[in-house]
């Protein structure tokens, strides 16, 4: 199995910064990569962003591209979301997952091993 837990989280004001981080542990061997995606109330899951390991390829949600960085250490299973101009809308919980099986890095179906989410709530 395969824990990942996920943190810094918080809250701040519009145009404001935050850096999440997320540890993976346990049976990390032969991922494809890790990915962002976040959950506002009352909305479904949607993704954020997502890095492949193999070449260092990163994939952005139109939303957060520009504004949103994805980085990680495969290494040291690490997986980062820098996220810069925080708007209201971005509020929501954030998760990291392991992509674990074949298909297109912006769809939940190839993530497994869900963290336990970290709080991001950016007032106006």
């Known amino acids: 199995q395969v824990q990942l837990v996920e943190s810094g989280g918080g809250e701040v004001q519009a145009g404001g910064s935050l850096r999440l981080s997320c540890a993976a542990s346990?049976?990390?061997?032969?991922?494809?990569?890790m990915g962002w995606f976040r959950q506002a109330s009352g909305k479904e899951r949607a993704f954020v962003a997502a890095?492949?390991?193999?070449?260092?390829?990163?994939y952005y949600a139109d939303s957060v591209k520009g504004r949103f960085t994805i980085s990680g250490d495969n290494a040291k299973n690490m997986v980062y979301l820098e996220m810069n101009s925080l708007q209201p809308e971005d509020t929501a919980v954030y998760y990291c997952?392991?992509?674990?099986?074949?298909?297109?890095?912006?769809?939940?179906?190839?993530?497994?091993?869900w963290g336990q989410g970290t709080q991001v709530t950016v007032s106006s």
């Open positions: 890095i492949k390991w193999s070449g260092g390829n990163t």
């Open positions: 997952a392991v992509k674990k099986r074949v298909g297109s890095y912006y769809s939940i179906q190839p993530y497994d091993h």
């Open positions: 346990g049976r990390t061997f032969s991922t494809y990569g």
